[in-house]
C-alpha cells in the first residue's frame, strides 16, 4: 500500500489498525515524509452546517488531482438513525471515502464513507435521490487512533482558525490529503 502526496511523492503505508463495524482503517508510514496531519473536531457539526471534502475520485479517469466538493450536515444520524453516522448532502464518487469530512474550520467532523445508491432507490421508491451521502462521526475515528496507541491531532490555541472561505481552506488543507493506492 502506498500514499502519494499532491506533488506526485510516494510513500509505504502499512494497515496498523481496522474497525470493521465502522468502516474505518488506521494506516501506519513514516512520519517524517508525511504532511501535517487535520486535527479532529472536538465537538459534532450541527444539523445545516457547511460541510466539505477533498479526496481523489476515479483518479484514472478524474485525473488525480484533489477534487472539493461542498454541502451541509443534513442529519446527525444516518440510514436507519444510525447515530454513528452523519448524513451529508456533500457530492461524492467512489474514491471519496476514507477522505476527511471537513468543517469551515477546517477540522475533521467525518469520514466520507458511503453514498445512497441511488438505482436501488429508484427501483425501491420510483424516486431518485441526489447528494445524500454518509460519513462517519469523528469520535469514532478518534477512538481508532486512540485504541492503537496513535497521536490524536486536535488544534491548538494557536491552530484554531475563524470560519474561512472554501477557497482558503482547499489551498489549505489539500496538502494534507494524501491518495491512498492499494496494491
Request: net charge negative; charged share 20%.
Amino acid at each position: 500500500m502506498s500514499l502519494v502526496r499532491p506533488d506526485g511523492t510516494e510513500i509505504a503505508a502499512d494497515v496498523l489498525s481496522t474497525d470493521a463495524a465502522n468502516d474505518l482503517g488506521l494506516l501506519k508510514a513514516d512520519r517524517k515524509l508525511l504532511p501535517p496531519p487535520l486535527p479532529l473536531a472536538s465537538s459534532l457539526p450541527r444539523v445545516g452546517q457547511k460541510a466539505f471534502t477533498i479526496g481523489y475520485p476515479h483518479p484514472d479517469l478524474m485525473g488525480e488531482e484533489a477534487k472539493v466538493t461542498d454541502g451541509i450536515v443534513s442529519s446527525v444520524t444516518g440510514v436507519r438513525n444510525d447515530p454513528r453516522l452523519l448524513q451529508i448532502s456533500v457530492a461524492m464518487q467512489a474514491g471519496n471515502s476514507g477522505g476527511p469530512l471537513l468543517n469551515m474550520q477546517g477540522e475533521v467532523v467525518g469520514v466520507v464513507c458511503a453514498k445512497l445508491d441511488a438505482l436501488a432507490m429508484l427501483v425501491a421508491t420510483g424516486d431518485l435521490p441526489e447528494n445524500v451521502g454518509y460519513a462517519v462521526k469523528v469520535g469514532y475515528a478518534r477512538a481508532l487512533l486512540e485504541s492503537a496507541g496513535a497521536t490524536v491531532p486536535t488544534p491548538g490555541p494557536a491552530q484554531v482558525a475563524p470560519e474561512a472561505s472554501l477557497e482558503e481552506l482547499a489551498a489549505r488543507l489539500r496538502p494534507s490529503i494524501l491518495l491512498v493506492v492499494a496494491d
